[in-house]
């Protein structure tokens, strides 16, 4: 399958901070999405990117789709509290089968 | 509206039962998966569906069997249960697969003895 790799795995930081996080993939995708887990529940999707060097921002979030089709970038600005959660990444490979990243763990300290 | 919702939400087996994780939608959505989540390793697809009488594999679909007889449900078998089986699924529908927009139900957390 599809190998989408997400640094850093895990991310402890303090309110206010600012957080940035990528995912690179060995293949070239169309649409680059970006998923947030909260605790106990399933995926929902924050932002998603159709466009090589696309920059979308939804609130605090900023994505942006990499020149090279194969890497993606997610930052948050002035983290709070409720912004605890895992981050995926995610592609789509042939079009219906969507392949998703290893996650990146964010705790933000109060 | 449910949304997709998912039974059982925890379950534990022993090797070698069988079990059947069941996964409603009340969207009229005609895509639908099934994910397996472990700690470390993401979302892994098992198998999808674009529409009722049509199913796929994904990425790990040995030991898991799938049909899609109406377009609302999409359940998802374990035929002989094994430990590496022990995982959170999660069901997920799409009404544009262009969009890369899936809808997520809460998760079923499946344990096997």
């Known amino acids: 399958g599809q190998q989408l790799n997400q640094s850093p795995q895990s991310m402890f930081i303090q309110e206010g901070e600012d957080v940035s996080m990528n995912c690179t993939s060995s293949s070239i995708f169309n649409t680059w999405l970006w998923y947030k887990q909260d605790p106990g529940e399933g995926p929902v999707l924050l932002i998603a990117l159709y466009k090589a060097g696309e920059l979308t921002s939804n609130g605090r979030l900023t994505a942006q789709f990499g020149i090279t089709r194969k890497d993606s970038f997610l930052n948050i600005s002035a983290s709070i509290p409720s912004d605890v959660g895992i981050y995926f990444c995610a592609g789509p490979y042939t079009g219906n089968q969507f392949y998703f990243g290893t996650g990146t763990s964010l705790t933000v300290i109060p | 509206n449910a949304g997709v919702t998912q039974t059982p939400k925890f379950q534990v087996l022993k090797t070698g039962q069988s079990m059947t994780l069941q996964c409603a939608q009340d969207m009229n959505h005609e895509y639908m998966s099934w994910y397996r989540q472990d700690p470390g390793m993401g979302l892994r697809l098992i198998h999808y569906s674009v529409g009722a009488g049509i199913t796929d594999q994904g990425e790990v679909p040995n030991g898991y069997n799938v049909s899609r007889s109406t377009t609302e449900d999409f359940p998802l078998r374990l035929l002989s249960a094994a430990p590496s089986q022990t995982s959170v699924y999660f069901c997920?529908?799409?009404?544009?697969?262009?969009?890369?927009?899936?809808?997520f139900g809460e998760g079923s957390r499946l344990t096997v003895l």
């Open positions: 997920a529908t799409s009404r544009d697969t262009n969009t890369g927009e899936l809808f």
